[in-house]
């Protein structure tokens, strides 16, 4: 079955600091992988899409993630972080079995920003 | 993308009573699903709602106790019965346009079981 791992379920970084949050995925094919952001009491917002074209993508907000077949990552990357960076991060992986095209998420990871 | 509502956004209910929550997007999709986020923990899906058919539920849900209707392709609808404190859950409703887009989320409902 497929599963999405992110390790690190709380990371803390400087104002701007460059922002690292791990994403790996298992899977014998690789899946349609999306990063997603959780602000507080609000709804996800997708921050990027990966879907078999570039293996570098650029999101909203300067955030990017890099697709690595052979290391089954897609971490989610920021130059400099920002106060407003502030959320929780969800990956997840598009569902190829069943047909249904619904995702599995990982854990999360919440990002707190430090002045 | 899409634009989804979903009612009520919070809500606070007794043990043993059910609560119909509803989705609505503003255009066709082809999609629609139902996640559960139980406090700070990720999200699991209960279902896929299925237009004009019986939806596809996931290991762990029944129809029984989360029975969902979707009449059309843009509005779905999602029952907790006979409510328990373990049912106090974020219960969001996501639509696609097809296998390998983009899912968009509804801001959620917030449900707290008494």
């Known amino acids: 079955a497929q599963s999405v791992t992110q390790l690190g379920s709380h990371v803390s970084v400087s104002e701007g600091a460059l922002v690292l949050l791990r994403c790996n995925y298992s899977?014998?094919?690789?899946?349609?992988l999306f990063w997603y952001v959780q602000y507080p009491n609000q709804g996800l917002q997708l921050l990027l899409k990966?879907?078999?074209?570039?293996?570098l993508v650029k999101g909203i907000n300067g955030f990017e993630a890099e697709f690595k077949k052979s290391e089954t990552s897609f971490h989610l990357t920021k130059p400099s972080a920002h106060m407003s960076d502030a959320a929780e991060y969800f990956c997840?992986?598009?569902?190829?079995?069943?047909?249904?095209?619904?995702?599995?998420f990982g854990k999360g990871t919440k990002l707190s920003v430090k002045p | 993308s899409a634009v989804i509502s979903q009612k009520p956004s919070r809500d606070i209910c007794q043990r043993g009573t059910s609560l119909t929550i509803q989705c609505q997007v503003d255009?066709?999709?082809?999609?629609m699903f139902w996640y559960r986020q139980q406090p700070g923990q990720s999200l699991t899906l209960i279902a896929t709602?299925?237009?004009?058919?019986?939806?596809?539920?996931e290991s762990g849900f029944v129809i029984d106790k989360f029975p969902i209707s979707r009449p059309n392709l843009t509005f779905s609808t999602l029952t907790v019965s006979n409510m328990s404190p373990e049912d106090s859950s974020i219960y969001l409703c996501s639509v696609s346009r097809g296998y390998g887009n983009e899912q968009f989320f509804g801001p959620g409902t917030r449900l707290t079981v008494l």
């Open positions: 255009s066709q999709v082809t999609m």
């Open positions: 899977s014998s094919v690789p899946p349609y």
């Open positions: 709602a299925n237009q004009g058919s019986e939806a596809t539920y």
């Open positions: 990966y879907t078999s074209a570039a293996t």
């Open positions: 997840a992986a598009m569902n190829y079995g069943g047909s249904q095209g619904n995702l599995i």
